[in-house]
């Protein structure tokens, strides 16, 4: 019996008040921020938050991918370390290393990602276990190559020139999360490997069953994920504009909350990018307003915890509905 695409569920469709779920509850977030503190309705104050989530958005819209396949990479906030702390060492104050250590940062993302997506889709093991494991051996490496300290100096004009702002208004950061956002809506919608990662996410044995290269998309799919890893590195080195030990230690968690939160569940064939960059203003509006209140930082991490069983839990009550949250 052949099995073709058109067997897959039909969940690559989706209706409008589904998708635009998380864009609601920004607005209203935003709107209760704003009567707690009328500078959340400032545009250098939003913009500034945006500019501080850049490192989690960046590295967010590779993971969408990954979690699109009902996979999940918990090594990117080790790749994010990495990533800093190679471009700082290679730059070495030096501007004719510049380029060199972006490259070089950008290399050691992309071959981790490499590495967890052949172990996964060749090895067929765990995805959580392995890039846990991988985070764990890349945190290793990063230790042993700073020695336990902050190692490095980047080059001149690399942080200025990332911190800036366009026309003083525009932070520089913010616009790289943005042509970010539109890489991944491209790769998405626009590619036969966006498509493919919807279809076997739907239903990884009728794409298996169709002919669709599973394992090549696995590989693929962890590649960007820690390509985009390796750029939030960067944003984050910026940010600092120190490498420190692991820099990005944690992040993984706020990458997953902002995912889950724009509707791409661990059921994969869900949600997009698009929905991710809603769920990356949301988690940091919630987390800022958090602050704003005065609670402790153990309470904000309750907060967050909650806020992606709540996000969680209400995508799979409407994936039961049969809404299906599908392609952006």
């Known amino acids: 019996m052949t099995t073709s695409v058109q067997s897959f569920p039909r969940t690559l469709r989706l209706p409008s008040l589904d998708r635009a779920a998380v864009w609601i509850v920004l607005v209203v977030l935003v709107l209760l921020a704003g009567l707690v503190s ?3 309705f400032k545009l250098n104050y939003l913009t500034n938050l945006v500019r501080q989530a850049a490192p989690v958005g960046i590295t967010a819209v590779g993971v969408t991918f990954v979690m699109l396949l009902r996979g999940v990479d918990l090594s990117v906030g ?22 060199l250590g972006i490259a070089a940062a950008i290399a050691c993302g992309s071959a ?10 060749y090895g067929k093991g765990s995805a959580f276990i392995l890039t846990l494991g991988m985070s764990i051996v890349v945190y290793g490496l990063v230790q042993m190559g700073t ?12 942080r200025e020139t990332l911190n800036g702002r366009i026309g003083g208004v525009l932070p520089v950061l913010v616009i790289c999360l943005l042509l970010a956002v539109a890489v991944g809506i491209f790769l998405q919608s626009r590619t036969r490997f966006g498509r493919n990662a919807y279809l076997i996410g739907a239903n990884p044995d009728a794409a298996r069953l169709a002919g ?16 985009f ?36 569940t661990f059921s994969g064939g869900r949600g997009g990018v698009g929905g991710t960059f809603a769920g990356v203003l949301v988690l940091i509006i919630a987390l800022n307003l958090a602050n704003v209140a005065g609670l402790p930082f153990a309470a904000q991490l309750a907060v967050k915890g909650a806020i992606i069983i709540a ?10 509905r049969g809404g299906g949250l599908g392609r952006e």
């Not at 990533?83 to 380029?99: I, T």
């Not at 669709?212 to 820690?226: D, E, I, K, Q």
């Not at 944003?235 to 992040?251: C, F, H, K, Y």
């Not at 996000?311 to 039961?320: C, E, H, K, N, V």
């Open 78 to 99: 080790a790749i994010v370390s990495m990533s800093a702390v190679v471009c700082a060492l290679v730059m070495g104050g030096k501007v004719d290393n510049l380029w």
């Open 311 to 320: 996000a969680s839990a209400a995508y799979s009550w409407i994936g039961r």
């Open 38 to 40: 009328d500078a959340f």
């Open 212 to 227: 669709l290269p599973v394992s090549r998309v696995t590989v693929v799919a962890y590649m960007v994920s820690g390509f």
């Open 147 to 158: 020695g336990g300290t902050a190692r490095g100096i980047v080059s001149p004009g690399f």
């Open 229 to 264: 890893a390796a750029l939030g590195g960067l944003a984050l080195l910026a940010r600092t504009g120190v490498s420190g030990t692991n820099p990005g230690a944690g992040m993984e968690f706020d990458v997953l909350a902002a995912v889950v939160l724009g509707g791409t």
């Open 112 to 121: 981790v990602g490499l590495a967890n997506g052949l172990l996964i889709a």
